[in-house]
């Protein structure tokens, strides 16, 4: 059973992870609206309901909800598609039911079948995107936005040849306040008198004081507001409710507006399990969080933040992985993040505005590298070529493509890797050589399915005259149709032929195949000592009766 601490037995360190991905929510939200073609407003409004209204209903201490970058293209053609921002909003709170749903019969399950190498090749490859996509930010190539985490950016640049092009728009104000950031987050925590202050918090009020000083001394090395976070900031209490906005509930038949509703429930589904997962896998106290429960938080959540006009929300790794390596431990934190959205947008968008992009890129940077250590490739290499081969392939894809592409083709060649493994051990042997002939013995494995055929078959024609098989099914649990039938024929019909004696053990009543063992034991075993025998695989059988 899965540990579990007291709602507020953490509080210094969830209001500290609170902080942490509050800071580092508000341009992502803001970034992932400007790349979805929405209102900048409507991603706060989901980083916002994401962490009070998900954060309060999930079963997961630790996920962290808002809107996703990996929903972006999708967002902007459902947009461009139903003509009106009102309509695509109908089509979340529609999304947000169809997950409701989707929880209450338990689909949640589909996610005990993702592989674990599959799962942390996603968490590792997430891990890569982030210090790629903040390498320009931390030299001060603020281009593109935060939210911009897709390999083929709008603009027609890459990953890779975003990072090229920073070579040419440096800004010496920003690398310096990436620098001092990072030595901040690295060892302001080493110092026990100072270590009650959370460092991604005096990191930012840093940032900010030395962009001040750049300002006040007429330096070079100013930022301008490119350069720094730019919030959406009202002049007045009703220029603030004004930015929430209402669904079109007249377009509730419309065929477009359901099909969009599908689409979305669905993506945001399998993005939520995915990162529920990997969250999981990332819990220090190693929690269980319940699926289904989970879809059933993000259906709520989708409704409403569809009903005030927010992006819809998936569980997002960023996020989730920040709160936890910096010190969140229970769903206060997520909780905490949210609220501090909504205070903050609505009543210090300034002061946030003052926040270099640096800064954020330095917290990010160390998050991301936690996720893609050297040591986790060792990890991964240490267990052999079925875990790091489908683990190396999920990190490659989804880093030159998207989360769910990548996941989608690591799953493929995990699968892919296991039936290779399934056909190539279809039972064991050993043989032993008297002086009147030899005697095979194959046990089968626990699974024998079709594509062990071809190996069976093979195996029971190489056998040579004048010798004894005995087939023990003792320990299988499963064997497929095409292969007793191969065993009847060799048993009943070209055993015979080449004077072989067929001994049968440990077939259940529903393969329909005698077993003869008990014939076997009764005395037909009165062979004479053995002079040699072997054992191993198949395929050591299957050379050896070759050579012979």
């Keep these: 059973m899965s540990k579990q601490i007291p709602a507020m037995s953490n509080i210094k360190g969830d209001l500290s992870a609170g902080l942490v991905v509050f800071l580092i929510a508000v341009p992502l939200c803001l970034g992932i609206a400007l790349a979805s073609g929405a209102p900048l407003f409507s991603g706060l409004i989901a980083g916002i309901v994401g962490g009070i209204v998900v954060g309060s209903f999930s079963g997961s201490q630790l996920s962290v909800s808002g809107p996703a970058a990996g929903l972006t293209a999708i967002v902007l053609t459902a947009i461009g598609k139903l003509g009106a921002f009102e309509s695509f909003l109908l089509a979340v709170v529609l999304a947000g039911a169809f997950q409701l749903l989707l929880g209450f019969i338990r689909a949640g399950l589909i996610a005990?079948?993702?592989?674990?190498?599959?799962?942390?090749?996603?968490?590792?490859?997430?891990?890569?995107?982030?210090?790629?996509?903040?390498?320009?930010?931390?030299?001060?190539?603020?281009?593109?936005?935060?939210?911009?985490?897709?390999?083929?950016?709008?603009?027609?640049?890459?990953?890779?040849?975003?990072?090229?092009?920073?070579?040419?728009?440096?800004?010496?104000?920003?690398?310096?306040?990436?620098?001092?950031?990072?030595?901040?987050?690295?060892?302001?925590?080493?110092?026990?008198?100072?270590?009650?202050?959370?460092?991604?918090?005096?990191?930012?009020?840093?940032?900010?004081?030395?962009?001040?000083?750049?300002?006040?001394?007429?330096?070079?090395?100013?930022?301008?507001?490119?350069?720094?976070?730019?919030?959406?900031?009202?002049?007045?209490?009703?220029?603030?409710?004004?930015?929430?906005?209402?669904?079109?509930?007249?377009?509730?038949?419309?065929?477009?507006?359901?099909?969009?509703?599908?689409?979305?429930?669905?993506?945001?589904?399998?993005?939520?399990?995915?990162?529920?997962?990997?969250?999981?896998?990332?819990?220090?106290?190693?929690?269980?969080?319940?699926?289904?429960?989970?879809?059933?938080?993000?259906?709520?959540?989708?409704?409403?933040?569809?009903?005030i006009g927010g992006l819809p929300v998936t569980s997002v790794i960023v996020r989730s992985s920040a709160n936890i390596n910096a010190g969140g431990r229970t769903k206060a934190a997520t909780v905490i993040h949210g609220m501090l959205l909504l205070v903050c947008a609505a009543l210090i968008p300034v002061l946030l505005n003052m926040i270099p992009y640096a800064t954020l890129a330095a917290v990010l940077l160390v998050t991301g590298y936690k996720l893609c250590k050297p040591t986790v490739?060792?990890?991964?290499?240490?267990?052999?070529?079925?875990?790091?081969?489908?683990?190396?392939?999920?990190?490659?894809?989804?880093?030159?493509?998207?989360?769910?592409?990548?996941?989608?083709?690591?799953?493929?060649?995990?699968?892919?890797?296991?039936?290779?493994?399934?056909?190539?051990?279809?039972?064991f042997f050993r043989k032993e050589h008297y002086r009147t002939g030899d005697m095979f013995v194959l046990e089968l494995s626990q699974e024998v399915s079709f594509l062990n055929k071809a190996n069976i078959l093979l195996t029971l024609d190489k056998m040579p005259d004048n010798s004894t098989v005995i087939i023990d099914a003792a320990k299988t649990v499963y064997i497929d149709q095409d292969v007793l039938d191969i065993i009847r024929e060799f048993t009943q019909i070209k055993a015979p032929q080449k004077h072989i004696k067929v001994v049968l053990r440990g077939f259940k009543e529903a393969y329909k195949i005698n077993n003869t063992d008990h014939l076997f034991l009764n005395g037909e075993k009165e062979s004479p000592v053995a002079v040699s025998h072997s054992q191993g695989t198949h395929k050591e059988l299957l050379k050896e009766l070759s050579v012979n």
């Design 377 to 427: 490739f060792k990890q991964m290499f240490a267990k052999g070529k079925y875990q790091w081969i489908p683990f190396l392939v999920t990190v490659v894809v989804i880093v030159v493509t998207d989360l769910l592409m990548g996941v989608a083709i690591g799953l493929g060649v995990s699968v892919l890797f296991l039936l290779w493994g399934n056909m190539k051990s279809p039972y």
């Design 112 to 307: 005990n079948y993702f592989p674990s190498n599959v799962i942390t090749g996603m968490l590792t490859a997430i891990g890569v995107i982030i210090v790629l996509k903040q390498i320009p930010h931390a030299f001060g190539y603020d281009k593109h936005s935060e939210g911009e985490l897709a390999f083929i950016q709008h603009d027609g640049e890459n990953t890779f040849t975003s990072i090229l092009s920073t070579i040419n728009h440096i800004q010496l104000g920003a690398v310096i306040i990436t620098v001092v950031s990072i030595l901040i987050l690295l060892y302001w925590q080493k110092v026990p008198k100072l270590k009650a202050i959370p460092a991604p918090l005096v990191a930012v009020l840093v940032g900010i004081g030395l962009n001040a000083l750049f300002i006040a001394s007429g330096s070079t090395l100013a930022l301008e507001q490119s350069h720094l976070v730019t919030l959406p900031v009202a002049d007045s209490f009703s220029s603030f409710v004004g930015q929430f906005s209402l669904p079109d509930f007249s377009k509730i038949l419309d065929k477009d507006v359901i099909i969009v509703a599908a689409t979305i429930a669905t993506v945001a589904s399998i993005e939520t399990l995915l990162n529920l997962e990997a969250t999981d896998k990332l819990d220090p106290l190693k929690r269980y969080s319940d699926p289904n429960r989970e879809l059933r938080a993000q259906g709520i959540g989708n409704m409403i933040s569809g009903l």
